[in-house]
C-alpha cells in the first residue's frame, strides 16, 4: 500500500470554516487560485472552479508520483507515530487510471466534509475563535480586564490557543445565496458521504435547509450523513429527516464523563448530553449510529479507560454497528492540550492505569505515546508554565465551579515537582 497516495484529492470535497476549499479537513493549507495569490473561497468560486485547478492537478500528479504533499504533513506525522489517521487509499488504481497525464479528474467526488462557519454556543478549551466565534468572544473580554495577557496569548500562538486576528468575526460563509443553492444542488446530485461539522451545525438553520432540498429532490435516501455535534441541541425537525436518508452517524463530541466534560466542553451540563443522547438513540431504527468522539487531550487522558467503560455501558454492554467509538479527534495543537506536554512521572502513571484496560489498537498507540519523551526539558518547561497560567487565568475569568486543580490533582502536583 502506498504511504504517500489518498483518495481525497479525487473523491473528496471539503469547506473550511472560513469558506476556503481544502483538500480536507487536517490539512491547513487553502487551495490556490491558478495566479497563486489569492484562495479558493466559497461565496466566490463554485465547487467547480477549484476542482482541476493547477493546484489540485498538481496535487495529484505528485500523489501518483509517490512524491510528499506538504498539506499531508499531519497525517504522515500521525502514522509515524502509530496513530490513525484520516488518510484512504481505497480505490487508487481505478482513480489512478482516469486521471489525465496532467492530472485533470474529470469525475466529480463522491464525498464532502463542510464545517458551516464558526457560529457555536460552547468555548472549549482545546478549541479556538476559528471553530467558535464564543471563543473569540471571551479573548475579546479577558483583554478588557488584562491588555497583557491577551497580548501574550498571540505572542504564544499554537502553544496556547489556535489564535486567528478575527476575534468575535461570525464566519457565515453558507448565507451567499447563489453559492448555497449550487452547493445544496452539487450535494444532492453527487455526494453519497456526507459530513457536517460547525461550529455547531444543529444551530445553523442552513443545514436544515440543505436537508430540506435534499428530502424535496429525494436524494436523502442515497446517502451517508455524519453530524458532528456537542449534544447541547438538538431540533424536533431530524425526526423527518433522518429516517429518510440512508444511513446517518451522529458523531457525539463527548470528552469526559460528567463534570469532566463540563470543564473541558464549556458551559456545557451533563444532563443536557445525555437527554440529547437518548433522543438520537430514540431514531436509530435501522439506518442509525452514534459514534463517541472524544478530543483525546491532556485534560482528559487520565480518564480515557473510564469514558471507554462509561460509553459502553450506555450503550448496553458492547459496540456494535449502532454504536461506535473513534480516536480520529485527538489534539495536537495548541501544544498544552496535547497530553505529552504534561510531566513525565504523570504521563506514566496514566499510562500504567490505561494499560489495565484492553481495548483495541489505536488505544494502545495512545499509550505507548504517553511513556515517549517528545520536547526538549527547556521546551516542556516553557508549556507546563503557559498550561498553568493559561488555565489559572481562564478559571479566574469564568469562575468555574471546579478549577483544573481541583479535577486533576495528580496533574497539579506533578506540575509543580517539576517547574521546582
Excluded at 463517541?292 to 487520565?302: E, R, Y
Amino acid at each position: 500500500m502506498s504511504k504517500i497516495f489518498c483518495n481525497f484529492p479525487w473523491r473528496h470535497n471539503y469547506v473550511h470554516t472560513n469558506g476556503k476549499f481544502r483538500l480536507c479537513c487536517t490539512t491547513a493549507q487553502d487551495i490556490e487560485t491558478d495566479d497563486q495569490y489569492h484562495s479558493f473561497q466559497a461565496g466566490k468560486h463554485s465547487i467547480d472552479d477549484y476542482w482541476n485547478s493547477n493546484r489540485m492537478k498538481e496535487v495529484r500528479r505528485k500523489m501518483i508520483a509517490g512524491e510528499k504533499i506538504r498539506d499531508c504533513e499531519r497525517c504522515y506525522r500521525q502514522e509515524e507515530q502509530g496513530v490513525q489517521s484520516l488518510r484512504s487509499t481505497d480505490g487508487m488504481e481505478d482513480l489512478i487510471k482516469h486521471t489525465l497525464p496532467d492530472g485533470t479528474f474529470h469525475k466529480s467526488a463522491d464525498s464532502m466534509q463542510i464545517q458551516l462557519g464558526n457560529i457555536c454556543n460552547l468555548k472549549c478549551k482545546m478549541c479556538s475563535q476559528m471553530y467558535s466565534h464564543m471563543n473569540g468572544l471571551e479573548l475579546l473580554e479577558m483583554d478588557k480586564a488584562n491588555p497583557e495577557w491577551l497580548l501574550w496569548v498571540k505572542e504564544q500562538g499554537a502553544n496556547v490557543n489556535n489564535w486567528t486576528n478575527d476575534l468575535g468575526v461570525k464566519q457565515e460563509w453558507y448565507k451567499n445565496k447563489e453559492f448555497k443553492l449550487k452547493m445544496f444542488e452539487h450535494i444532492s446530485r453527487n455526494i453519497n458521504y456526507l459530513v457536517v461539522i460547525g461550529g455547531e451545525p444543529t444551530l445553523i438553520p442552513e443545514f436544515y435547509e440543505l436537508l430540506e432540498y435534499c428530502y424535496h429532490q429525494d436524494t436523502l435516501n442515497n446517502k451517508y450523513v455524519a453530524i458532528v455535534t456537542n449534544l447541547t441541541n438538538t431540533n424536533s425537525r431530524l425526526t423527518k429527516w433522518l429516517p429518510k436518508i440512508k444511513s446517518w452517524c451522529i458523531w457525539a463530541s463527548v470528552d469526559g464523563v460528567g463534570e469532566r466534560t463540563e470543564y473541558i466542553r464549556y458551559p456545557s451540563k451533563w444532563k443536557k448530553i445525555l437527554e440529547s443522547l437518548e433522543f438520537y438513540r430514540s431514531l436509530l431504527g435501522k439506518n442509525g449510529n452514534i459514534t463517541l468522539s472524544p478530543a483525546v487531550q491532556l485534560l482528559n487522558i487520565d480518564q480515557l479507560d473510564d469514558i471507554i467503560k462509561w460509553w459502553k455501558d450506555w450503550c448496553g454492554g458492547e459496540l456494535n454497528e449502532r454504536y461506535g467509538f473513534t480516536w480520529l479527534a485527538t489534539v495536537w495543537y495548541p501544544l498544552i492540550c496535547n497530553p505529552n506536554m504534561a510531566p513525565r512521572d504523570w504521563r506514566l502513571q496514566v499510562a500504567d492505569k490505561l494499560s489495565k484496560y484492553k481495548f483495541d489498537e489505536n488505544y494502545e498507540n495512545i499509550i505507548k505515546e504517553l511513556r515517549r519523551d517528545q520536547h526538549s526539558p527547556e521546551k516542556y518547561k516553557q508549556l507546563q508554565k503557559a498550561f498553568i497560567k493559561y488555565n489559572d487565568r481562564q478559571d479566574q475569568f469564568r469562575n468555574v465551579t471546579k478549577t483544573w486543580r481541583q479535577l486533576l490533582p495528580d496533574l497539579e502536583e506533578s506540575l509543580t515537582k517539576s517547574l521546582k
